[in-house]
């Protein structure tokens, strides 16, 4: 771990620090359990804690970009402790920045839905001061929803404070059986002549839930024949926030003085949380 005296006002790289502080009085006995307050906290990250029966308190804190780190230390009637440090990359330190999808191959709305096969755009950032070279980026996820069909990109050479997007640098699958409004949790594996580094991200996923929510039957024919012909329009409604541009419906009956002449009807594209009336209908 890293001492309070250490951490605070020092440079400090990005990445992930494991701290320890001990908590002691002016004579370097352990104080006790729970007597003094630690929090620790920058733009990306909070943590905070009291001293255990060791007069220990610990963190673990992943800067991973350029700003400052406030560590403040409280106990009942004693004055507050406040120190800062500042974050500040002297060499190459690569991350991720930000990513978009290309769903050209699914229904093209730049979102990732259910059933679809995409491509993932990604920026990767290098919030150092050196250059980084030979930059390779690996996708990974333990999810059970993707298959990763195209796992690795080259970025080349990212300068300090540069950015570099990849277009279509990733290509992935998802089941259609994932649930509307699922968080997939991916990690990029970065390394660089410079040196090795680990990110992660979050990709939603979006799906449609259709349901029936009425129909209209109609007469064919005014003429009095034996049998009479009917045909029925469906509405359908779409309850959540993936679109389905595909929608076909089928029309069953288990009553044997029906005879359905058609039964399918071609429904075509529902937005998400919409309803739509068919324009074609069945007969029977």
Partial sequence: GRLVRLLVDKRQ?????????????????????GVYFYKIEGDEFHAYGYTNSQGQVKFKICPESKGDIS?????HNYATYQGNCEVEPDIP???????????????????CDAGEEVFLNMTLQN??????????????????????LDSVEGFGRIDGGESVTKNNAYRISVTANTPDQTEINFTLAISALQGNYN????????APLLSHSG?????????????STYKMKLKVRNNDSGEDNGVWALLDSDDSNVTITKDSIWIGMINARSEITSSDTFLF
Wanted: net charge negative; proline share 2%; with cysteine.
């Fill in 71 to 75: 560590v403040v230390i409280t106990k």
């Fill in 127 to 148: 919030q150092g001061r050196g250059s980084a070279d030979f930059v390779t980026a690996t996708l990974r996820t333990t999810s059970s929803y993707i298959t990763i």
């Fill in 13 to 33: 790289l990005p990445g992930v620090y494991s701290i320890k502080w001990d908590g002691c009085d002016t004579n370097g006995t352990d104080v006790p359990n």
């Fill in 215 to 227: 129909h209209s039957i109609s007469k064919l024919s005014d003429k009095k024949e034996r049998a």
């Fill in 199 to 206: 990110d992660i991200f979050e990709l939603e996923v979006y």
């Fill in 93 to 111: 330190y690569v991350s991720y920045m930000n990513h978009s999808v290309n769903d050209s191959l699914g229904n093209d709305n730049d979102i």
